[in-house]
């Protein structure tokens, strides 16, 4: 069974940079891809970005040349680096994994950009 932890979210002004972490626990034997998807108010769940057991990565456009998607292996975790944040970028973040044909979901942690 996997497991899927966030941490990282909080309130930022405009331009300002979060780090979002996801610590995956259960061990996995299968190709993976693990990522963020983001919920605002009143909006759909959009992808933001993943990565996958390869390092190779897909990014949205609109998160292009601000955010980046990282791994750390050993640790069992992916990281969201968010910098240049904009108003817009205010919504719940969901981790996301999908293994061995099967779907996971973080619980989601919350992503204010506020002046």
């Known amino acids: 069974q996997v497991q899927l932890a966030e941490s990282g979210g909080g309130l930022v002004q405009p331009g300002g940079s979060l780090r979002l972490s996801c610590a995956r626990s259960g061990s996995i034997s299968s190709p993976y891809v693990m990522g963020w998807y983001r919920q605002a108010p009143g909006k759909q769940r959009e992808l933001v970005a993943t990565?996958?057991?390869?390092?190779?990565?897909n990014l949205a456009g609109f998160v292009k040349g601000r955010f980046t998607i990282s791994r750390d292996n050993a640790k069992k975790t992916v990281y969201l680096e968010m910098n240049s944040l904009k108003l817009e970028d205010t919504a719940v973040y969901y981790c996301?994994?999908?293994?061995?044909?099967?779907?996971?979901w973080g619980q989601g942690t919350q992503v204010t950009v506020s002046s």
């Open positions: 996301y994994s999908y293994i061995g044909g099967r779907e996971y």
């Open positions: 990565i996958n057991h390869i390092g190779a990565t």
